[in-house]
C-alpha cells in the first residue's frame, strides 16, 4: 500500500449585509453570498504510523508495504553441561631401606606407566583442546632421608597430551619441591575420559646416605581451572533448561492498539539454528502469543518436541525451520508480545554416540513476523490540528453561515469526521458533526492487489 492521502477542504458559506458605518448612504441593501475558504488539510498514512512503528515498515517487491519484526529470541548454550572438574593424581615410587652409596652422577631409579582418569559422568569423551587450565606438580619424600632431601627428579611425559600446534607431547621435569605447567592450546586424546602418563625417577648426584623403611618418593599432579575449545565423544543423555524469552510486536501496542484487525497472508516463521554436533530434542513449555488479557498458543510443524538437525563438522551450523499453522490466527489476535520457554535435550535414549561442542557452539532460535498493510482494520483514529483565520469579516455582518465540505480519499477506509472547534489553547468549546453522523469519508476503489483504483470523492453541506 503506498502512503496514501486524505484530503479535506472546508468551506463555509456567508450571506452579509454592508456595516452602514463604513458608507454615507441614505439606504441601500444588499445581501452578498461569500465563499469563504476555512481549513484544509491532509492526512496520510504515515500519520496512522507512530514513529516507533515506522522503524519497522519494509516493502515487498510489488511496492506493498508491511511491519517486519525479527529477533533471535534464544541463544542457548549447552558448554555449562560438561564442566571437567578438577584432578588430582599420585604415582609413588618405593626406596629401598638402608644405605644408599653415594654417587656423583644421575642414577635411574624407575618407570611407572599409569592413566590420569578426568571422572566425568555421563559423558564418555575422546578428545578435548584445552583452552585454560594448570597443572601443578610436586615431588617429595614421605620419609625423609639422613642426611635430609636426597636430591630426586621426575620426568613426567603425556604422549597423549599433545600441543594443537607444534604437535608435541607434553613432558616436563621437576624437582624436590613443586612448580606448575599451563595447559591452554593443549590437546588430550582419550578413551573413555582416560589418557596415559609416563612417570620416571631419576636419583641426583648425592652422599651416602640412609632411607628408613617404609620411604616412598611420590609425584603429586593436580589438574585444576580446566576449560575446554572443543570437546568430542559421547555427551551422555542431558537435559538443559531454555530461559523463557519474548519478542515485543510493538504496533499491537501502539499504531494499531485497541483496533480490529484481519489480515491477508501474515508470516510467522520459526527457526532453529544448532551449532552443536550432538543430537537435540527442542521442547516447547510455552510457545504462544500474548496481549492485555489472553494467550493464543502456537500450532506447529514439526509437533512439539521438535527433533532439530545437527551438524557434521565442527564450525558448522544445521538450520530447523518449524511452520507456524495457526499464523493467520497469531496475528489476527493482535499480540503485544511472542514468546516462548522450554528445555533442549540431548542425546535423547542413547548410550553412545560421536558427539562435538565448541565452547562458541549456541542453539539459536529466531522468531519473525511480517504484517502487510493489507487487510481489514477498523477502530483506527487519526487527527490533525488546523487555524481557522477569520480576520478578514472585520467590519461585516454575518447573517447566516453554511458549512461545505469536500473530501478526496486514496485510502481504501470509509471514515467518519468530526471537526472540533477550540480555542488558542486546544480547549474543544464545541463540534461540528452529531455523535450519529453517517460516512462522510468513503473509501477509495482498489484492485485485488491493494492498488488504487480511483479515490474516494466526497463533497456535501
Not at 542425546?347 to 481489514?376: C, Q, W, Y
Request: with cysteine; glycine share 6%.
Amino acid at each position: 500500500m503506498r502512503n496514501r492521502v486524505l484530503t479535506f477542504l472546508s468551506v463555509v458559506l456567508l450571506v452579509s449585509c454592508i456595516n452602514d458605518k463604513d458608507y454615507d448612504f441614505s439606504e441601500v441593501t444588499l445581501s452578498p453570498e461569500i465563499a469563504f475558504p476555512l481549513a484544509f488539510g491532509d492526512l496520510a498514512l504515515a500519520n496512522m504510523i507512530t514513529r516507533k512503528d515506522s522503524a519497522y515498515i519494509r516493502s515487498y517487491p510489488d511496492g506493498l508495504l508491511y511491519f517486519s519484526y525479527s529477533q533471535t529470541l534464544g541463544a542457548t548454550s549447552i558448554h555449562d553441561l560438561f564442566p571437567i572438574p578438577d584432578n588430582t593424581s599420585t604415582t609413588s615410587f618405593n626406596l629401598p631401606a638402608g644405605t644408599l652409596p653415594a654417587s656423583s652422577t644421575d642414577t635411574s631409579f624407575g618407570t611407572i606407566n599409569g592413566q590420569i582418569d578426568l571422572n566425568l559422568n555421563p559423558q564418555k569423551l575422546t578428545e578435548i583442546l584445552l583452552k585454560a587450565g594448570t597443572l601443578n606438580h610436586t615431588l617429595g619424600l614421605s620419609i625423609n632421608t639422613s642426611p635430609p632431601n636426597l636430591p630426586l627428579q621426575a620426568v613426567v611425559t603425556m604422549t597423549d597430551v599433545v600441543h594443537k600446534s607444534t604437535l608435541q607431547p607434553l613432558t616436563f621435569s621437576t624437582l624436590n619441591g613443586s612448580g606448575s605447567k599451563q595447559l591452554k592450546d593443549y590437546v588430550i586424546k582419550m578413551i573413555n575420559n582416560q589418557f596415559n602418563i609416563t612417570v620416571d625417577l631419576i636419583i641426583k648426584p648425592h652422599p651416602t646416605t640412609f632411607i628408613a623403611p617404609g620411604t616412598n618418593a611420590n609425584v603429586r599432579l593436580n589438574f585444576a581451572g580446566m576449560d575446554f575449545g572443543y570437546i568430542k565423544g559421547f555427551l551422555g543423555d542431558q537435559t538443559t533448561p531454555i530461559p523463557a524469552q519474548s519478542m515485543e510486536v510493538s504496533v499491537f501496542n501502539s499504531t494499531l492498539k485497541g483496533v480490529s484487525v484481519s489480515l491477508v497472508q501474515p508470516v510467522v516463521k520459526l527457526r532453529v539454528v544448532n551449532d552443536n554436533g550432538v543430537s537435540c530434542e527442542l521442547n516447547f513449555t510455552s510457545l504462544q502469543a500474548r496481549k492485555t488479557g489472553g494467550t493464543l498458543p502456537f500450532q506447529i510443524s514439526p509437533s512439539n518436541p521438535v527433533t532439530l538437525g545437527a551438524p557434521s563438522t565442527m564450525g558448522t551450523s544445521a538450520t530447523t525451520d518449524i511452520l507456524v499453522n495457526n499464523q493467520d490466527a497469531i496475528l489476527n489476535f493482535a499480540p503485544q508480545q511472542l514468546e516462548y520457554g522450554g528445555s533442549v535435550r540431548i542425546n535423547k535414549g542413547l548410550i553412545s554416540a560421536n558427539n562435538f561442542v565448541m565452547d562458541t557452539s549456541k542453539l539459536r532460535i529466531s522468531l519473525s513476523a511480517e504484517i502487510p498493510i493489507h487487510g481489514r482494520v477498523s477502530g483506527i483514529s487519526m487527527s490533525d490540528t488546523l487555524k481557522i483565520d477569520l480576520t478578514g469579516l472585520n467590519g461585516s455582518n454575518v447573517i447566516s453561515s453554511s458549512l461545505r465540505i469536500s473530501g478526496r480519499n486514496e485510502m481504501p477506509l470509509d471514515a467518519y469526521v468530526q471537526i472540533y472547534l477550540t480555542d488558542e489553547n486546544y480547549q474543544v468549546k464545541d463540534s461540528i458533526f452529531a455523535p450519529n453522523q453517517r460516512y462522510i469519508v468513503t473509501a477509495s476503489s482498489v484492485s485485488p492487489s491493494g492498488e488504487l483504483l480511483a479515490p474516494g470523492v466526497s463533497e456535501f453541506k
